[in-house]
């Protein structure tokens, strides 16, 4: 359980439509993998669970946080936990006050005594040294948000929120599990790129629609959205009684196809 801190600083940029991002950006080895619980989604571990969003225009008047180097990652060490997760395993909603939680670096062979052969080396793992519940721990809600050292000349990013007690179907808090972080020195080149792969995204609320008449041996077309983000190469695919009758972004109506309705699906990006 995270102990609550300040109030949201962006609460008042949230209200107004939030703050603009140009696109976000994932590491391109990022995956999932369930070797422990298979019960629910959140029962994954991933690997290279790294993304960073790209702000429309810089923050200014606020001193970045310092990334850690592999000097920076000392196992016994203190380091705090941040985030808008959950409080408890009975929750149902985020905080929106910013929570944090103190716990210690622990090594990697510590680490795998919990979760036996899914710790590697771009990850870094924290426990809480108490031994009362609830413990100290990442809850659903806390991904992607930092593990922070805090040294003379400042706070250092040591992690990044991953994974932790759910991959074993455990209650937040409820056991004295590690949380598993991302290792942010592991990860300086993707962070730092300065031109990184931006993943598509719509550029307006408009979803897919088809055109063309509708009558047999006519040529209807799929008409996505415009897309932003790096160039990217869109794939089609029409499906008719669960076969695929064309993947191009054309198709042409046939006498069996007569009666049915167009449903309209995702694009492929």
Sequence with gaps: KLVGRSANPYTKALQVGGIPVRGFSVHPKFRESFPFAHRAPQNAIALDDVGIILLARPVTGITPVRLATSADNRVGEAGTLFGYG??????????????????????????????????????????????RKPFVEGCLGDS?????????????????????????????????LPNVYMRVSSFAAFI???????????????????????????????NPPPFGG????????????DKVVSRKQTATATPAMAGHAVEIGRAHV
């Design 192 to 222: 730092e790129n300065p031109n990184p792969v931006i993943q598509p995204f719509a550029l307006c609320d408009s979803v897919n629609h088809v055109t063309g008449d509708p009558h047999v041996g006519a040529t209807l077309r799929c």
């Design 86 to 131: 959950l409080q408890t395993s009975s929750a149902f909603s985020p905080s929106y006050s910013l929570l944090s939680g103190a716990m210690n670096v622990i090594s990697a062979k510590a680490c795998a005594r919990s979760y036996p052969h899914a710790i590697i080396g771009s990850e870094i793992c924290g426990q809480d040294r108490g031994h």
């Design 144 to 176: 992607g948000g930092p593990f922070i050292h805090q040294t003379p000349q400042g706070p250092v990013q040591v992690g990044i929120t991953s994974w932790g007690a759910e991959v074993k179907d455990t209650k937040c808090g409820t056991t004295n």
């Design 230 to 241: 790096s160039p990217s190469t869109l794939s089609y695919k029409w499906i008719f009684r």
